[in-house]
């Protein structure tokens, strides 16, 4: 079976959180994770230490910049610098 | 008023109970079976501990009403040092006391219903310590585990994990103190070092004894050492059952916007009735009502309410510090948690306040907490229509709990989000009123919520935002003394600092009008140094000014 992408992983998750579901698919990069889906600041902390998991990165221990993260692009950026940490060398 | 607390709504009847070891004293509801034939079983709920407790206090509600129409009798409470039972979480040897204190809610069950076998539900870590007490004691029929936590590390590894990185994305939290005492933060719950190495003890794969003889696992989603846990069970012929019910957002959802998990409830009520036939007669309360020790600060819990019940705890002023004619508190809730407040600090400022000679009445509005909802209306609405309605019920009712019918007490109002709202309503019109404490109002009841919350703070207002700043004038200039407390840049004030900046700014300086900015919080006040602060500034604020 192949691999999800990343953008497909991070999609999985955001609907996992998100209150407000948005019909189309993909889910649009430019969605505000708080206004349109209405994911709030605590559970965006808890996905964001889902996604690290995910990854095989413990979040807390990078220094990947946070507190930027709007949007479902800002996740999937995010996600892509914690999978670089997280393959093996 | 009515005390004791019976409170009779559609859905089904529930007394407000205290009840434990006289120095440690637990509050909690019994849910009785429904009339008529019953099941003969007690189902003892055992809550979470942090935003678990507070997110899942709804469900749990619904889940005891669920069981106590299905045949069951039922007991939901809160863990001593958590919710409205006595004491702290600095009181030592807590974790231990917890899983004690699953003996104490079985036996007052049983003591009250009859009931000759016992059924625990536990939701994480609640699950966990279920699992551990009923290992224990070996006494217990039926286990429900709610996505337990497998071990107590994990609980600590998570919840103080969330709190950091929470930290880190709300960058005004940096610069907030850490707390004095040595331990760690959990999102609004602190866990001293000595709590923290006791529930790293936990492990509910070393427990040795079978817990129950029928057990029910529920997976609600992203589940560590789910499969490890069954298997566990299996080896000790505890019959488990696994069901997975994922999908559920209450747990990480905002309490006004969560959605009761009923397909997880039916099942627990399912899986429990499957054993358990209706088939006991009908069920005569016992004569034996458990025991009854002093209640934490001689607390009483009141319903009130002219047209409809509603449910409030009251903490009379400690009796050496009490003065006639002082003003009574009232808080209202913040939101939809209920009258324990955010983090609990509703609890913890009104026994302050007590012991410092106030009167207070922490108050659950119609359709939140434990209020039952009012006539054609919805539970769960953070601004319910009755909101005003029911507030006078409570001043009422303040005014003549500790005083007189014909010599009411003059009351302040205070609250948090929703509740700082309703504090700046009545203290714009509600007579009597000798103060109001608005803690982070959101929309002041005059604000567009959307408009508030939305990011373009720069769009003209289409709400009267100039009412805002007038009505706090207003309130001062007829002798009702306003504290307002706004953490930076939360929205509702700042959307009125944004358009209504010049009369803003001129309320300094205003008699009898305070208002303090806290730097390093968010709007509930989450980091515990600043849930000190603002207590702190509270509690100067009424001895200042009504402590005479």
Known sequence: MPQDTTEARIERLVLEYAQTVPAGRPLDARLSLRDDLAIESLSLVSLTLRIGDEMGVDVMEVGVELGAVKTVGDLVRVARTLEGLGKPA | ?548
């Open chain 2, 1 to 548: 008023v009515a005390h004791p607390t019976d409170i009779r709504a559609a859905v089904g009847r529930k007394q407000a109970i205290t009840f434990g070891a006289p120095a440690r004293p637990l509050f909690g509801f019994y849910h009785p079976p429904k009339d008529g034939p019953w099941r003969g079983v007690g189902v003892v709920l055992c809550n979470p501990l942090g935003t678990d407790q507070t997110r899942s206090e709804r469900t749990y509600r619904h889940l005891a009403e669920r069981l106590s129409a299905t045949g069951f009798a039922c007991l939901r409470f809160d863990l001593f040092g958590t919710g409205d039972s006595g004491g702290d979480e600095h009181a030592p040897g807590l974790v231990r006391a917890w899983v004690d204190d699953l003996g104490l809610a079985s036996q007052e069950l049983r003591a009250r219903s009859g009931a000759r076998a016992i059924a625990l539900v536990g939701l994480r870590l609640g699950g966990t310590l279920a699992y551990v007490h009923a290992a224990e004691r070996a006494d217990v029929d039926s286990l429900v585990l709610w996505s337990p936590c497998v071990t107590g590390a994990a609980f600590v590894a998570e919840s103080t994990r969330l709190h950091k990185l929470y930290v880190r994305m709300e960058p005004q939290l940096a610069a907030a103190k850490p707390p004095a005492d040595d331990g760690e933060e959990a999102l609004g719950t602190f866990l001293p070092r000595a709590m923290i190495a006791d529930l790293s003890r936990l492990d509910l794969l070393q427990a040795a004894g079978r817990p129950a003889r029928r057990t029910l696992v529920i997976d609600g989603g992203n589940f560590p050492g789910r499969d490890a846990l069954v298997t566990r069970l299996r080896e000790l012929d505890a019959a488990p059952e696994l069901r997975s019910h994922p999908g559920h957002k209450f747990l990480i959802t905002v309490s006004h916007r969560a959605v009761v998990p009923d397909d997880v409830i039916a099942s627990i009520v399912e899986w429990l009735g499957q054993a358990y036939p209706k088939e006991t007669p009908a069920h005569e309360p016992s004569a034996n009502h458990g025991s009854a020790p002093t209640p934490p600060h001689g607390e009483r819990p009141v319903v009130f309410g002219a047209s409809h019940p509603l449910f409030g705890i009251l903490t009379p002023a400690a009796a050496a510090h009490a003065r006639p004619g002082r003003p009574v508190v009232i808080l209202s809730n913040a939101g939809c948690v209920n009258r324990a407040g955010p983090h609990r600090t509703y609890v913890k400022m009104a026994r302050r306040w007590a012991a410092l000679g106030f009167d207070v009445l922490r108050v659950d509005l119609s359709g939140i907490g434990d209020s039952p909802v009012a006539p054609g209306t919805q539970e769960n609405v953070p601004y319910p229509p009755s909101a005003l309605d029911d507030l006078s019920d409570a001043i009422q009712a303040a005014g003549t709990l500790a005083g007189s019918a014909s010599s009411p007490r003059r009351v302040i109002i205070a609250g948090l989000c929703s509740g700082g709202d309703y504090a700046f309503q009545l203290g714009a019109r509600a007579p009597n009123l000798a103060g109001a404490l608005l803690l982070n109002p959101r929309t002041f009841c005059v604000l567009d919520l959307a408009a508030v919350e939305s990011a373009d703070g720069g769009a003209p207002p289409t709400t009267p935002v100039q009412d805002v700043p007038r009505a706090l004038r207003s309130m001062a200039e007829r002798g009702v003394e306003t504290l307002l407390v706004v953490s930076r840049n939360d929205p509702g004030v700042a959307y009125v600092d944004v358009h209504a900046a010049d009369a803003m700014r001129a309320l300094a300086g205003t008699p009898g009008f305070r208002r303090v900015d806290v730097e390093s919080a968010d709007h509930t006040f989450t980091p515990v140094s600043q849930q000190q602060l603002v207590s702190d500034l509270l509690t100067e604020h009424l001895v200042a000014r009504h402590g005479g």
